[in-house]
Structure formats: structure tokens, C-alpha cells
């Protein structure tokens, strides 16, 4: 390998590492978002993905429901499998009796009629059973995919905001498409298949030693032969399928991230470094596709060629037989049927492999993410607050996202109901970090964190956060009216209130100027709203929460100055009569708060009023005066 090529897979490698990681080995991230180590989901080439075992138990489980479909479905299977054997084996009587009598009699013409019909009877009951078992099979799928959809949903929702710091969208988007998909196909139509192949290998090779022995022997000769070939072509495409599976979870996630920020790469002319990127992980994918689909693929040849060889020499052997040994025409013609349907259930069999593979390294997938720890259950004597005052205090706390890493360190800090609290400090000195406590997306180490007096871990999560509204620097808003996602901060507030609480926001006067008012249509995250309307919208969400503790990261960062005066206006007569926690890089947006925090390192440093805190002529003063900046 030459170096360019060296660093061209540890460039795949990298990039593999941020976007196409499973859940179970996901690295751990900091306050700052970094990530630290990773695994990717391989298995051994040549072998069943590890653990498949449990993994087709689960997929099983899904089906439970269905079982009477399910027996319908292979009880059809069993039906045309019936005829179509039966359907064969009667052209030995027909070509015997009716065709080519041995004796040398002329054919019969009439019976051979009523021959061919009894044998369209056969053949339509054949193909009817089969029609019922496709729709039984695919309605028992399309079942157990809305179960496990459903089940993978609901689990995302109560796992841990550290999942989401730790996982790329695309990837997890990808577990419900991609991965779903190799499920669902191999539960409408694999299963049947390796069930009517077996059921047809049976059948025919009974029907083959009643016909003749001989060749029955001649056929099976090359069948090791047949499996070694495809379990060795099998061995080398489940490894590629799981390779796939993987590339192109991390080929998701990177357009994923790419289309989202391409503002931010267009800014930073990135355009030529994201198109390499992207080139790189394109090729690894095309790389493993061409793989994965080429032994796929190889398959049926390889099988059709053998099978044909197979076919080639029993028919050489029996006609043989026929001259020297008195076999009917009628049973070689038969024979020769079954030899070809002998092989076609094997072929079957053998491709199906690849299908099998591919949907247990997906299910493995999906797996993985309904594995993950949920958010720790409620303790046992948890209690809903109740109209609860926004009395915050932390208590010696210390907190690190990593046992080996502090990342707070004794902060003290009280806030009495209707205070205004603002954190100033460095990235990374821990500002979000103490409201991510707050809501307990993390729970602390060691020391206390109450409101009103009772200890929040000792609080229902849900009845903790209904009581906390946050507006956040990174905006986010969803497909639906402007209305509905105000009121996505209360759903039972009225028409009234919403209009009142963007009225507070100061969003109503450019809501009223959009095409339907409060009923504009808003999609792909309010695209169609400018930075600072987006971020009006949120506050106006919160406004709405009647939330006595309100949290602001970073809330008017994205907003001009003017408009930031007019949020600030109405943030005021939002914040009489709630406890408040504002972090700002902007010092003119915390001057009239009741306590400033000066962080630096996890620790607080300085803490007084905007003028108390200036006479110190610390941190603050040299933040304020311009004498330094913040990192």
C-alpha cells in the first residue's frame, strides 16, 4: 500500500469513526462536544454476525402476534409446494400412459386431455396458495416493521441527552430506514423461502429415490460440492454486507451534516474539503457495495453453472439407463425435472444467505439502540412539584461528563424566586454545563441541587422540566403552523395566550406581516424565517410555558442589536415573576441582572451586581472595560 493510499484509509477510517458508530461503542463526549475513541459493528468474515442467535430470537418475538398468519402462510407454502411436486411426477403417467406407451401402443389423445386438465387444476391451486402466502407474509412484515419502528421511536425518546451528544443524525436515521428495510425483506419473503426450499430438497429427493436410485446418487454427488461453494462465496458476503452497512451509515451522516451547516461551509469555503471528504467516503461505500453486491450477486451463476453440470451428466447417465437397462422415458423426463428442481431450492437457499446476513447486521443495528441505557428511573420517592417558586440553590456541587474528569468543581450559588442570575465566563468554563444540571440531562457527582428546598434529584424528570422553560442558541422549530409551534411550550394554551406570548416576545408585529399570519405554514426548521425570527419564535415558546425557572443560552445571540433591546424589553415583564438563568458572551445583556457568575475552569471566581463587580476591577472589570476578551 502506497502512502497516499495510507492515508487515504486513515482518512476513511477518521471519518468513519465520527459518522458511522454504533450506539453500544459510541464514544463519550465532553462539555465542548469532543469525542474520544470509538469501535465500529464488525464480524469475522466467513461467520453469522455475533450474537445472531439472540438477535433472531428478537426478531421472532415481533412475529408472536401473527402466528396464525404465520401457520396460514406456510401451510400455503406447503400447498404449492405439494402441487408443484405432485404436478411433476404426473407427467411420468401421462407421457407413459397417454404419449409414449412402453408397448409401443399409439397415445390417447382424449385422456391426454383430461390428463392436462387435472393437471392445470394442480397448477392454478399451486399458484393461488402462492398468491395467499406473498399477501399473508408481506401483511405479517409490514406488522412487525410498525412494531419495531414503533419500539425504536419510543425508545429514543427516553434515552439521555448524552446519547444524542454522542450519535450523528444520519446514522441513527439511517436505523430506521436502511436497516428496517433489510428487516422487512427478509421477513416478507426470506423466511418463506428458506422454509418452501427445505420443504421442496425433501420432497423432491424422496420423489427422486422412488424414481429411480441410480440417478438419485448421481444427483446428490455434486451437492457438497454445491454448499462448499456457496457458504465459502456466502462466508466472504456477509463480511462486505456488514461493511456496507456501515459505510453507509457514515455516508448518511455526513451529508446529513453537511446539508444542514452548508451555510457554514459556504462561509468558510469549505466547499472543496467537503467534497473530498465526501469523495472519500463515496468511494469506500462504492468499494464495499461493488463487493457486497458481486459475491451477492456471484451466487446464482456460480449455483446455475454447477446446477447445469449436474443436470448435463444426469441425463447423460439416464439415458444410458433407458438403453441398456429398460428405465421408461416418461420417468427420466420426470427425473430430470426433479434434478432441476433439486438444485433450485439449494440455489434459493444459498442466495437467500446474503439477504439473511445483511438483515441480522442491520438488526444488530436496531438492536443497539433499544439496548441503550434509558434516562435512570425516578427515585421511589419522587414527588411531582407542585406550583412550584423558582427557589434554586446548588450546594457544593462537582461534576465531570467523564469519570476521570472534573468539569465543576464546588460551585455555590442560590437564586431566589424572581432573580436574575447570568453566567460570564470562557467556552468550555462550564455555563451550560450548570443548566444542563438543572434539567438532570446529567445528574451530578457529589453535592446538592434543590428547588423550593427539595432536592431535584428526588423530583419526577418530567414534572422537573415542565417547571424549567430554556431558549436555546441553536434554534430549532418544527413542520407545522406559527401558532403550533409557539404553543408547542403549552399545548393546551389558547389562541389568546399565544398571540399574548409572541405579543411578549415581540414576534407578533413580523408574524402579522407573513403570507397567513400565526397560520403560516413553517417547514425544514423555519427556512423560511430568518435567523432572528426563528429565535423570537423560541422565546415566544417559552414565554408561553408559564415555566417559573427560565433559562436563556445564549437566546439573543442570532438577533441584531434593535431587536435585542425589544427582546430584552419584553424579556423583562417575562422575568418578574420568574427565577432566570441568562448566559451571554454579549456583557450589555447581563448588566441588570440581581448576581453575575464569573466562571473560568468550572470554578466561579467572581460573583456580585454588574457594579458591584466592576469596583473589584477582576475578570469581570477587564471582560467589561475591553482590557481582555473571553476565550
Known amino acids: 500500500m502506497s502512502g497516499q493510499d495510507e492515508r487515504e484509509q486513515h482518512t476513511i477510517e477518521s471519518l468513519k469513526l465520527r459518522y458511522g458508530r454504533t450506539p453500544a461503542s459510541a464514544p463519550k463526549?465532553?462539555?465542548m462536544g469532543g469525542r474520544h475513541g470509538a469501535a465500529r459493528m464488525a464480524s469475522p468474515g466467513g461467520?453469522?454476525?455475533?450474537?445472531?442467535?439472540?438477535?433472531i430470537v428478537r426478531l421472532m418475538h415481533y412475529l408472536n402476534e401473527d402466528k396464525p398468519r404465520m401457520i396460514l402462510a406456510f401451510f400455503c407454502v406447503i400447498v404449492n409446494t405439494a402441487a408443484t411436486l405432485a404436478g411433476s411426477y404426473m407427467l411420468r403417467p401421462i407421457i407413459n400412459t397417454f404419449i409414449a406407451p412402453p408397448d409401443g401402443r399409439p397415445g390417447n389423445p382424449e385422456g391426454l386431455f383430461e390428463a392436462l386438465t387435472a393437471l392445470a387444476v394442480i397448477f392454478v391451486a399451486g399458484v393461488i396458495a402462492n398468491y395467499a402466502q406473498a399477501r399473508i407474509m408481506l401483511t405479517v412484515a409490514q406488522n412487525a416493521l410498525q412494531k419495531i419502528r414503533n419500539d425504536l421511536f419510543g425508545k429514543m425518546q427516553k434515552l439521555p441527552v448524552r446519547f444524542y451528544d454522542t450519535n450523528s443524525s444520519g446514522d441513527l436515521m439511517s436505523r430506521f430506514t436502511n436497516d428496517v428495510d433489510t428487516i422487512g425483506q427478509m421477513l416478507s419473503s426470506t423466511l418463506v423461502q428458506l422454509f418452501s426450499g427445505a420443504l421442496s430438497i425433501v420432497g423432491t429427493l424422496a420423489l427422486m429415490l422412488y424414481t429411480n436410485v441410480i440417478l438419485t446418487l448421481v444427483t446428490v454427488i455434486l451437492i457438497p460440492l454445491m454448499m462448499k461453494a456457496g457458504g465459502a462465496v456466502a462466508g466472504r458476503s456477509q463480511k462486505y454486507f456488514t461493511a456496507q452497512q456501515t459505510s453507509l451509515g457514515a455516508v448518511n451522516g455526513y451529508i446529513e451534516e453537511t446539508v444542514t451547516g452548508q451555510k457554514v461551509v459556504k462561509v468558510f469555503c469549505h466547499e472543496d474539503t467537503a467534497k473530498e471528504e465526501f469523495r472519500i467516503l463515496n468511494r469506500d461505500l462504492r468499494n464495499n457495495q461493488i463487493r457486497a453486491q458481486f459475491f451477492g450477486g456471484i451466487m446464482g451463476p456460480v449455483m446455475g453453472s454447477l446446477s447445469q453440470i449436474n443436470y448435463s451428466l444426469t441425463a447423460c447417465i439416464g439415458g444410458l439407463l433407458c438403453v441398456l437397462r429398460g428405465f421408461d422415458v416418461g420417468g427420466l423426463t420426470v427425473f430430470l425435472n426433479f434434478s432441476r428442481q433439486f438444485s433450485r431450492p439449494i440455489n434459493e437457499i444459498s442466495m437467500q444467505v446474503s439477504n439473511v446476513f445483511s438483515a441480522l447486521a442491520g438488526a444488530q443495528r436496531v438492536f443497539a439502540v433499544m439496548d441503550q441505557e434509558p434516562e435512570p428511573a425516578d427515585h421511589e420517592d419522587a414527588v411531582v412539584p407542585d406550583s412550584m417558586k423558582g427557589h434554586v440553590v446548588l450546594d457544593h456541587v462537582y461534576f465531570g461528563y467523564e469519570p476521570d474528569k472534573v468539569i465543576l468543581k464546588d460551585i455555590n450559588l442560590y437564586a431566589r424566586p424572581g432573580q436574575k442570575i447570568a453566567f460570564v465566563g470562557s467556552t468550555g468554563a462550564g455555563k451550560t454545563t450548570i443548566t444542563n444540571l438543572l434539567n438532570?440531562?446529567?445528574?451530578?457527582?457529589?453535592?446538592?441541587?434543590?428547588i423550593d428546598g427539595v432536592d431535584i434529584r428526588h423530583m419526577k424528570r418530567d414534572g422537573l422540566r415542565r417547571n424549567i422553560a430554556m431558549v436555546l442558541q441553536d434554534t430549532h422549530l418544527f413542520t407545522g403552523t406559527v401558532m403550533e409551534n409557539i404553543r408547542y411550550g403549552r399545548l393546551d394554551a389558547t389562541d389568546e395566550e399565544v398571540i399574548q406570548a409572541a405579543r411578549t416576545a415581540f414576534a407578533h408585529s413580523f408574524i402579522m406581516r407573513l403570507p397567513q399570519g400565526y397560520h403560516t405554514m413553517l417547514e425544514g426548521d423555519g427556512a423560511n424565517l430568518s435567523q432572528g425570527q426563528r429565535q423570537l419564535l423560541n422565546i415566544a415558546r417559552a414565554?408561553?410555558?408559564?415555566?417559573?425557572?427560565l433559562i436563556l443560552d445564549e437566546a439573543t445571540s442570532s438577533v441584531d442589536t434593535r431587536t435585542e433591546k425589544h427582546i430584552e424589553r419584553g424579556m423583562d415583564r417575562l422575568m418578574a415573576d420568574r427565577t432566570t438563568f441568562v448566559i451571554?458572551?454579549?456583557l450589555s445583556t447581563v448588566r441588570g441582572a440581581d448576581?453575575?457568575?464569573?466562571?473560568?475552569?468550572g470554578e466561579i471566581i467572581e460573583r456580585g451586581s454588574h457594579d458591584e463587580l466592576l469596583a473589584m476591577r477582576g475578570r469581570y472589570y477587564e471582560l467589561y472595560t475591553g482590557m481582555k476578551e473571553l476565550d
Open 584 to 586: 451571554a458572551h454579549r
Open 47 to 55: 461467520r453469522m454476525p455475533r450474537g445472531s442467535r439472540q438477535t
Open 440 to 450: 438532570r440531562f446529567y445528574d451530578i457527582r457529589s453535592g446538592a441541587i434543590t
Open 595 to 601: 448576581a453575575i457568575m464569573v466562571l473560568e475552569q
Open 543 to 549: 414565554a408561553i410555558s408559564k415555566a417559573p425557572v
Open 29 to 31: 463526549r465532553g462539555p
